[in-house]
């Protein structure tokens, strides 16, 4: 009797322990793919990550409310919600217009170069993997779809949305994770490369030439060669230059990491 | 004498889980409160609901920390069926041992999630959370379970 109650007890830790390690070998082989496991995992996850944070945040607002008088907070909520309206107006216009200057002797060009698709907030972010993902309140019922680009209040480039994408939640890839990468220019395009993320606060260019001149400070901009982000988007600055024999390491910080990661627009490239 | 872990502390444990991660800015502080639901299932539980709430919570980590599926769900499982199997011989009425058991428990699963996570994605190795962490859950665990109504809900005298 007790050798049975052991050895069903010893079955039970080792069929655990083996889908556990089954779900583990084919995750690394897949990567980023979305499984159904993954899924549905994020089907019954979002709902209560989506209640308790439109909970809190409701809740939070009723209690700056009581606080402020009725109308002004009302009314501070309103222009606060225009002003980012007519910024990311503003800079959509913007990049209009710079397209149609630079091919303004071209015929029936497409002076649009994204289109925006919805705003959204940022409902998940694990404090002990910073540099790697979020999750945001806005999935499928929201048309977003993997590859869409995530920009903060100011447009700088924050990541892109990735394989899993449940109804209400999607996951964005940050920058600073190592498993992305996109193309980028550095100082007004005197030099593109591939950025990387290294899982910390810093991205990087490796093996750039090391005849460009490069200075601490230059600004970093998306080239759009990717295929995937478009052109001109910001995303750092220079804060470290490692010169080699023939090539350069430039470490770049995100404009991103420089404010609170709150309020985000969702934008897609149009091909 | 089996009790069953009433429902709403495991959604306040959740709930809590889920604000921390958004609302506390500290990089440093930090406190797992789902590891603290596969303790008190650990606790009382059949072997099955250990693992299958441990294998379960994993994989919840796994899909909100942004890694690979299956890194927390597999460390998570295995220090679940070592700690049920220490628990039988610790006495839950010292609060010392209380702490210990959860704080040691978390480090190594932590650390070993987080060697998967250098050996697959090359993350660094996070010491806030390996060592931190489970000092704070620890202590959590250890205030949560001085409460005598929370006592009396996991059977333990």
Redesign the interface.
Known sequence: MKKNIFEQKTFIVLSFLFFNILVLSSNIVIREKQTLLEYSIGSVVSPIQTIIANTIDFAHEKWENYFFSKNIYNKYKKSKKEIFDLKTKNYVLKSKLKSLEKYSNLINIKSEKFRLITHARVVYLDKNFLYSSIIINSGTLKKIKKNMLVVNENFELIGNVTDTITPLTAKVRLITNKNGGLGAYVANKEMEGFLTGNNNKLCSFKYLIESKPIKIGDSVTTSGTDGIFPESIPIGKVVNIKKGYLEQEIDVKPFFLNRPINNLIIIEKIK | MKTKIKPFLVLIL??LH??Q???????WF?IDFTYLIIIFVALKSS??KT??T??SI???N??????????F??SR??IS?IVKGLLVFIDLKKGFYVFMIITISLSAS?LMSNF??YL?????I?L??VLL?PVFTGLTGYFILKSSYIKKQLDVY
């Open positions: 959740i709930c889920f604000f991660n958004k609302y506390i800015a500290s990089t930090s072997i099955l693992g299958f441990a294998t994993g994989l919840m796994d899909f909100l920390s942004g890694g690979i599926l299956g890194v769900g597999f499982t295995l069926f932590n998967l996570m697959i994605l090359d993350y660094p996070n806030s959370f962490q």
